[in-house]
C-alpha cells in the first residue's frame, strides 16, 4: 500500500500544481461570476470549472479506474477502490476579489478513506501535503500543530455558509464564543484554515456546513500534523459540523460547539 499511496500522493501534487499554475497565471482581469449554487452568494467562476477540468483530465489519464467527486460537478464509480475528493478552488470568493487565499485542493480516498491530501495555495507560495500514518509537510517542513492553548488564549477559524438561515445561526455562534477566546479569523478557505491548524498558525477551527470536497485534504493534513479531527462529541467530520484543533483543546472547543448548538440552523 505504500507504494500506491507514494504514487497518489505524486499524482495529486502534480495535479494541484498544474492546475495552481492555471488559476495563477491565466486568471482573468475581468474575472466575473459564471453561475451560482445553492444561493445567489454561492458562486462558480469559469476559473473553477476549468481548473476542475484539467484535473479530472489528468486524472483519467494517469488513474483511469479510480472514482471521482468534485465540487463542480466531477461525479464518477471507478472500479480501483480509489476515489478523488476535489476542489478546484477552495475559496472561490477570495479568488474572485483577488484576495491571496485560496487553494486546490486534493484528496484520494482508498476504501472511503482519506490516504493522501494535497492543499496548493499558490499565492501563499506553499503547498501542503500529507499520507495517512506517515506525518504531514510543507516543501521540507514537517507539520506539527500548536500545544493545546487555555480556552481564552485561543486563536480560532471558522466559515460560514451560503444560505441566510445558516449565517444568522452561525453569528450567534459567534457572538457566543468570541468573548471567550482571544480571537476568531475568517480565512474564507477550509482547506487553508485546516492546513493553518496542522502549521500552529491557528490553535483550532470549526464550521457547520462544509463539503467533503473543502475539508477532506485539509483534515488529513491536520490529523497528520497532530491534530483531532471530529464533528459532534462521537462522530466524524461531516457537514453537520468540522472541528479541528490540538488534542487537550480539541475535546473542550467541541464541548462547548455542542452546548452552543453549532451543528444546527
Ligand atoms: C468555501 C470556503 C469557505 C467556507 C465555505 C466553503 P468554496 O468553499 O471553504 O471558507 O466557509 O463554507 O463553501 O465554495 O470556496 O469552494
Redesign the pocket.
Known amino acids: 500500500n505504500q507504494t500506491l499511496t507514494a504514487e497518489l500522493l505524486s499524482v495529486a501534487l502534480e495535479a494541484a500544481e498544474r492546475a495552481g499554475t492555471l488559476l495563477k497565471e491565466g486568471r482573468p482581469a475581468d474575472l466575473g461570476v459564471a453561475a451560482t ?1 445553492t444561493s445567489s452568494i ?2 462558480v467562476t469559469e476559473m ?1 470549472i476549468a481548473a476542475e477540468k484539467l484535473i479530472t483530465g489528468f486524472l483519467a489519464e494517469r488513474r483511469p479506474h479510480d472514482g471521482l467527486l468534485g ?1 463542480e460537478g466531477a461525479s464518477s464509480e471507478g472500479s480501483s477502490g480509489v476515489r478523488w475528493v476535489i ?9 474572485l476579489y483577488g484576495l491571496p487565499s ?1 487553494a486546490v ?1 486534493i484528496a484520494a480516498e482508498l476504501d472511503g478513506e482519506a490516504v493522501v491530501g494535497v492543499v496548493a495555495a499558490p499565492l501563499r507560495g506553499e503547498t501542503y501535503r500529507a499520507v495517512r500514518g506517515e506525518g504531514a509537510y510543507e516543501g521540507e517542513r514537517r507539520l506539527r500543530c500548536r500545544p493545546a492553548p487555555a480556552f481564552e488564549q485561543a486563536l480560532l477559524g ?5 444560505l441566510t438561515a445558516r449565517r444568522a445561526a452561525q453569528a450567534e455562534v459567534l457572538r457566543m464564543l468570541l468573548p471567550e477566546v482571544r480571537d476568531i479569523r ?8 485546516l492546513c493553518d491548524v496542522a502549521c500552529g498558525r491557528l490553535n483550532g477551527y470549526y ?1 457547520r ?3 467533503p ?3 477532506a485534504a485539509g483534515a488529513l493534513i491536520a490529523r497528520e500534523a497532530g491534530a483531532l479531527t471530529g464533528g459532534r462529541p462521537g462522530a466524524a467530520a461531516s457537514g453537520e459540523l468540522t472541528v479541528a484543533a490540538a488534542p487537550g483543546f480539541f475535546e473542550p472547543l467541541q464541548a462547548r460547539l455542542e452546548e452552543l448548538g453549532a451543528w444546527h440552523d
Open positions: 449554487k454561492d458562486v473553477d465540487e476542489d478546484p478552488i477552495d475559496g472561490t470568493v477570495n479568488y485560496w485542493s471558522t466559515g460560514f455558509g451560503y475568517r480565512g474564507g478557505s477550509a482547506a487553508i484554515d464550521e456546513g462544509l463539503n470536497w473543502d475539508y
